[in-house]
């Protein structure tokens, strides 16, 4: 798989280094964007340095962690060519990859535990779009972009 990019507010930053360590044990090459501690910053920042990386092709995925996941994924979303999914269990990530070609993951790590982290995180990298039907919506999003 090629490279990951991953990024957390101050919230999210334990979760984050947790991450890290499952995508090494997975054997996934990946980019930490920050932040580097749990001194407050401002989460717009870090969903945008993650969303611009995927949007510009620099990486194939990108994975945020917040308090909720919320607040990133709403700012990620905001990134042309971005589809941010928050997912809160294996059988989310699983689906927004499967039926929406979600290119961003956005994990809550004050509201998920941590080996359901690790589940969503792996299934989030492992499962593929299905295509088919689900192809015609996917171009609606992009179309919707563009008349934005």
């Given at each position: ?105 956005a994990i809550g790590a004050r509201t998920t535990a ?35």
């Amino acid at each position: 798989m090629t490279k990951v990019v991953i990024a957390s507010d101050h919230a999210g930053f334990q979760g984050k280094e947790e991450i890290k360590q499952t995508l090494t044990e997975l054997g996934i090459g990946f980019a930490d964007l920050g932040t580097d501690s749990e001194n407050s910053v401002d989460y717009p920042d870090y969903a945008a340095a993650v969303a611009h990386a995927v949007a510009r092709g620099e990486a194939e995925r990108g994975i945020l962690v917040c308090g909720s996941g919320i607040g990133m994924q709403i700012a990620a979303n905001k990134v042309p060519g971005i589809r941010a999914a928050l997912a809160w269990s294996e059988e989310t990530a699983q689906l927004a990859r499967q039926h929406n070609d979600a290119n961003v993951v956005a994990i809550g790590a004050r509201t998920t535990a941590p080996e359901t982290i690790k589940q969503i995180v792996h299934a989030f990298l492992t499962t593929d779009f299905a295509g088919g039907r689900h192809t015609a919506r996917v171009e609606k999003i992009a179309k919707l972009e563009q008349a934005g």
